[in-house]
């Protein structure tokens, strides 16, 4: 547990099972730890002028946290590739796909997924998206053709095979505002955000991956004002709550408990989490418009073993 923050990050994309050979999608490749962090470096967007399109190759296991144009070219089979985007916390993702010179009778395939995919759990999980999981697949080979497709959260993924050497697909990504941002993933262990939903009936998650201590500091449910915070098992029956979740995959309907909010309120309420994902779920029934606000910070090397040592924190650690 005791990473900083580029090892993090390196084992969210390359040894959360992508590289273990149980996953279907993913192989081995060349790609460097280097490359994965310069890609979400924001100094290269910012430092672009806006009439130039930043162009580069793309790999077989790759991580784009910019927009531009992007040219995968086989130079041997590649049977199990991935491309992971990842946008702003307020943005949502759209990939575009220009020239397509793939053998689909063949065996090839590009596919776009909607969201994450990693050791087969999902984000966001089945619970808190608006699709079924077999309609966030796209397949270009189906549809015989992709323009844009639009992403509903600020990440998606591309999966793709190639089986013959020559062959190529070009794409480009581009960000949009989200005017209601629901199911994030944060791309820094520190930062604060907030959450709302307008009387809609959704659930929406806020993905941190790395361990944190967060700081709720506001719970805000319709009109319901008047009642104490609380944090403890109890709030499903309310059908409006708030409740953070700890655990080492993706999918949160597979991670457990650390507390929960029934009640409207004005913190602050601390927690420390030493999971390797912390996640900030809203329940919302739709008759409220409902509004959490807080803010997160990565745990040093110290405490995490404090929390290690901790038997409330041992579902953590547990492989």
């Known amino acids: 547990m005791e990473r900083t923050f580029r090892q993090?990050?390196?084992?969210?994309?390359?040894?959360?099972s992508v590289l273990k050979g149980d996953s279907?999608?993913?192989?081995?490749?060349?790609?460097?730890?280097?490359?994965?962090?310069?890609?979400?470096?924001?100094?290269?967007?910012?430092?672009?002028?806006?009439?130039?399109?930043?162009h580069r190759p793309l790999r077989c296991l790759?991580?784009?946290?910019?927009?531009?144009?992007?040219?995968?070219?086989?130079?041997r089979p590649q049977l199990n590739c991935a491309a992971f985007f990842i946008a702003?916390?307020?943005?949502?993702?759209?990939?575009d796909f220009g020239s397509v010179d793939i053998d689909c009778q063949g065996g090839d395939f590009i596919k776009v997924f909607d969201g994450w995919v990693m050791k087969g759990e999902k984000f966001p999980s089945s619970q808190d998206h608006p699709l079924p999981v077999y309609?966030?697949?796209?397949?270009?080979?189906?549809?015989?053709s992709l323009r844009a497709v639009r992403s509903s959260q600020n990440v998606a993924m591309v999966f793709f095979r190639i089986h013959n050497a020559g062959s190529s697909f070009t794409l480009?990504?581009?960000?949009?505002?989200?005017?209601?941002?629901?199911?994030?993933?944060?791309?820094?262990?520190?930062?604060?955000?907030?959450?709302?939903?307008?009387?809609?009936?959704?659930?929406?998650?806020?993905?941190?991956?790395?361990?944190v201590e967060i700081q709720i500091s506001e719970f805000s449910l319709g009109h319901r004002s008047s009642f104490p915070k609380r944090t403890m098992p109890g709030c499903t029956g309310s059908g409006d709550f708030v409740e953070v979740l700890g655990g080492n995959g993706l999918d949160t309907s597979k991670m457990l408990p650390v507390a929960d909010f029934c009640y409207s309120f004005t913190g602050p309420s601390n927690m420390k989490i030493g999971c390797d994902n912390t996640v900030v779920r809203m329940i919302s029934s739709g008759k409220f418009v409902n509004r959490v606000s807080f803010s997160y910070q990565s745990l040093d090397p110290q405490e995490l073993q404090r929390l290690k040592q901790n038997s409330v924190e041992d579902f953590c650690f547990n492989d």
Not at 32 to 43: I, P
Not at 62 to 75: C, K, R
Not at 88 to 95: H, L, R, T
Request: proline residues 6%; contains cysteine.
């Open 172 to 211: 480009t990504m581009k960000k949009l505002i989200n005017p209601f941002p629901c199911n994030i993933i944060s791309q820094t262990p520190e930062g604060s955000f907030t959450m709302v939903i307008p009387q809609q009936h959704r659930n929406c998650s806020f993905s941190i991956i790395y361990p």
């Open 88 to 95: 702003e916390p307020d943005e949502v993702i759209s990939v």
């Open 24 to 54: 279907r999608y993913i192989e081995d490749n060349e790609i460097s730890r280097e490359d994965l962090y310069s890609f979400l470096n924001s100094e290269l967007k910012r430092g672009l002028p806006e009439e130039l399109i930043y």
């Open 8 to 16: 993090q990050l390196f084992f969210l994309v390359l040894c959360l």
């Open 135 to 144: 309609e966030r697949y796209v397949d270009y080979c189906s549809s015989g």
């Open 62 to 75: 790759d991580m784009i946290a910019v927009e531009g144009q992007f040219t995968f070219t086989a130079e």
